[in-house]
């Protein structure tokens, strides 16, 4: 989609992508998000406690 002016200049909008709702996560998707953050929080400690063993 785009207009243009009296003096030709073009302004070009972007395409809107459909609007849709999102679906609430199922009980294996739970699961796997609850894993993954013990692993991102363990891997937060980990390098915590590295910083804190070399300072």
Sequence with gaps: M???NENGILNNYAAEPKVYFAEYPSAEQQQRYTV??????GLVVLSLLTAFVVS
Excluded at 36 to 41: D, E, M
């Design 36 to 41: 993954q953050a013990a692993i991102a929080a």
């Design 2 to 4: 785009y207009t243009t």
